[in-house]
């Protein structure tokens, strides 16, 4: 963020989305947020704004201040401009430290129109605020420690949450469960770190501050536990952001009503004609709290065609990208044709074999299709028919099960869904690993106090504890204005 960010400053912004709604809140924080607001709310009971109860809403009229009046028909230039009323709303004032930011805040809730709400902010800095930056009411609050880094993160993983499952995961981060469990491993070895650096101090008094025995059990159980959060990261990347699922194969095996069925609803043109599809079409829908992403892709042929060539091409980019990848074939045409011509993934754990079109075949010829491709490859193979839905549950349902098994409940432990975290525990990981060799090993306690050290840090990046501005500054560049 720019230096412009200072806590000094009083700031205020549009907490509401963009465009028209029944109602919308300008958002002030700050030292200065009373005297502000005052400027630019009447209230209808005539009282004082700093006289309020905290936390309560009261009628009010939402006014532009008055200010130096530029008609140079004016015999002075000094002559104010009367104020008018912008709007008719509510005001609450919620009083520090009892408010999201840990500052005197003022919320100024009016009629959802665009233009009322950016009237209400230019009479607001008109008033002595300052318009916030992306994230910058977030960023107070974790620098007020009214929230740790962590569940500032989460704050973002909410607003922007697309499934049940991704919602309760942001919920549980930002109710601090990340946080207590990385505070609970990270005082574990900071007092670890205590009696071993205190041992080095006084070496020459021969006492021993802690047993080399429980030094090796406190690390190895908090080794468990870092990899056991390092585990579930790929589960919580799929949960927070989703599963892409791209439907390959040749023209004309039912790829694009594949999609259409999936979706329920006809999202891609149907033809008998090959080729049909030539672009990426991708829309998005939520499987039991999991949101999945399915992408129909143009037929894999050999043509000339520059258009469908591009298609192609864009088709194999998406199938690298994708975390798991559905091979449709046709089921009738595997009957006539040699099974040699399909070319079978390097990956089998990321790609599905679909037979479709089941309905036009005997039940015994699609077992023979389906155990012929087995023979062939380690990935999934499941027959369905698009046209009458069997096997789509269990296709849907095989899709889930890859990246959420049955046993997994979003309630029951920690999981990492942030590349950050990930990173900082891959650190930590690497660090216990190497103080716990040293320990086992007899290594002079100066070596395993640095290791030590560099786990202990290396979890309190992820809560906040140890930070640098530009992490801070990435982190909440990506939050919206009003947030």
């Not at 008033?127 to 910058?136: T, V």
């Not at 006809?266 to 999945?292: C, H, K, N």
């Not at 216990?432 to 309190?460: I, K, M, N, Y």
């Amino acid at each position: 963020m720019p230096a412009v960010d200072a806590p000094e400053d009083t700031i205020c912004a549009i907490a509401t989305p963009a465009g028209e709604g029944g109602i919308g809140i300008v958002r002030i924080s700050g030292p200065h947020a009373v005297d502000i607001a005052s400027r630019v709310v009447r209230l209808r009971s005539n009282g004082s704004l700093d006289t309020l109860a905290s936390h309560k809403l009261y009628l009010a009229d939402i006014l532009s201040p008055p200010i130096p009046s530029t008609d140079h028909h004016m015999r002075s230039s000094t002559t104010l401009r009367s104020e008018h009323i912008i709007d008719e709303g509510l005001v609450v004032y919620m009083k520090a430290p009892h408010s999201f930011t840990a500052e005197d805040v003022v919320e100024l809730h009016c009629h959802g129109s665009g233009l009322v709400l950016h009237q209400v902010c230019e009479a607001c800095v008109a008033a002595g605020a300052r318009l916030a930056q992306a994230g910058e009411f977030t960023k107070r609050a974790f620098l007020n420690g009214r929230l740790d880094l962590s569940q500032a993160e989460a704050v973002l993983d909410t607003i922007r949450a697309k499934s049940e499952l991704s919602l309760q995961l942001a919920q549980r981060q930002l109710r601090g469960e990340l946080a207590q469990e990385i505070g609970r491993l990270r005082t574990a070895l900071v007092g670890l770190l205590v009696h071993l650096e205190a041992g080095i101090d006084f070496a020459e008094e021969d006492i021993a501050f802690v047993r080399r025995d429980e030094m090796i059990i406190i690390l190895k159980e908090t080794l468990h536990q870092v990899r056991q959060m390092l585990a579930t990261a790929e589960t919580g990347r799929v949960l927070r952001d989703g599963v892409r699922v791209v439907i390959a194969g040749e023209p004309n095996v039912g790829k694009s009503s594949l999609l259409n069925r999936l979706l329920r609803e006809d999202r891609a043109i149907v033809t008998d004609m090959p080729g049909t599809t030539r672009d990426l079409i991708e829309e998005s829908v939520t499987w039991q709290g999991l949101r999945v992403t399915l992408i129909d892709t143009a037929g894999l042929r050999d043509t000339t065609d520059i258009v469908e060539q591009e298609g192609i091409r864009r088709s194999k980019e998406a199938q690298d990208q994708a975390d798991i990848v559905l091979h449709v074939i046709n089921a009738a045409q595997q009957l006539t044709m040699n099974m040699d011509h399909l070319r079978f993934p390097s990956h089998p754990l990321k790609h599905v074999i679909v037979i479709n079109k089941i309905d036009l075949v005997s039940t015994i010829l699609v077992q023979q299709v389906s155990d012929a491709l087995r023979a062939r490859t380690q990935c999934l193979v499941l027959p369905v028919s698009v046209r009458t839905g069997e096997g789509l549950e269990p296709l849907k349902q095989a899709i889930r099960t890859e990246f959420v098994k049955p046993s997994f409940e979003p309630n029951e432990s920690v999981v990492i869904t942030h590349v950050r975290h990930h990173a900082a525990l891959t650190r930590a990981e690497l660090s216990l690993s190497e103080s716990l060799a040293s320990v086992e090993q007899g290594v002079e306690p100066e070596f395993v106090a640095v290791d030590l050290r560099g786990a202990a840090d290396a979890l309190g990046e992820i809560v906040g504890v140890i930070t640098s501005d530009d992490v801070l500054d990435r982190i909440f560049s990506e939050f919206c204005i009003g947030k």
